[in-house]
């Protein structure tokens, strides 16, 4: 067991190195997200601003949360490109460990980054609008990382895919758009937008950040639902992914870049 450490602090290690080396492209992930998010409240204000003012909480929260799945989902479907890019996929594969336990590690290593980015974007768009949001780390911390395996599931699944078809950036766009539109959807009083990905964790930190509400005052059913589809969730991407890598090894499409 005391190797899985080891690998999670190489991947680890192998982030920092490269955030060190490359600064300039966290600051323009932040600045991209800051940037994104200024038009919309600009715009939001000037086309409709009663309905932006009355909804600009849900709008703040949904886009916290749209931003580090989507980081979370790009990291692990994108790392078998970028592994192909390097010229390192076929190594991972008679490394030590399960291929899907390195992208798991990958993910891990990763997230950290991803949430800092998040949190300090989420910093600068309150101090910005001047809203302020309950901040309640004992119900934003489980509620954000089950969400989280939401999109691992479907970060599996993509990436099962690109093992297969290797380029599939159209799909990287449809399902960055998907997920704006669920989690648009899961913050209305509508019900089945909860049982897609990352809707229950939308509609559940939205109720936490900007009313207050914490994890033991959701009921049996919110918890149920969160619970049961990231299991769920999880389960179709590590069982697609599994079954593309096996494809993929018999027809020895591995190096078929």
Known sequence: MYKYPIL?????????????????????????YLMVFGLVFVGGRTIAPEGFESNVDAIIVGYFLLTTVLATFYTLSGLINTEAKYGTLQQLYVAPFPFPVVMLASVLANLVVSIVIS???????????????????????PVLGLTILHAIGVGFLLGGVALVYKRIRGMFSMLQFAFIGIISMALTDEFWPRLLPVGQGAAMLHEAMANGRGLLEFSLLDHAILASTTVVYVLI?????????????RRGLLDDY
């Open 8 to 32: 999670l602090y190489g991947f680890a290690s192998r982030t920092l190195i490269e955030l060190r080396r490359y600064p300039l492209n966290f600051l323009g992930t932040l600045a991209t």
């Open 119 to 141: 949190v300090v974007t989420l910093g600068f768009i309150l101090v910005m609008t001047g809203e302020s949001l309950t901040i309640d780390l004992v119900t934003i911390v």
């Open 237 to 249: 991407g590590y069982l697609s992914f599994h079954l593309a890598q096996h494809h993929a090894r």
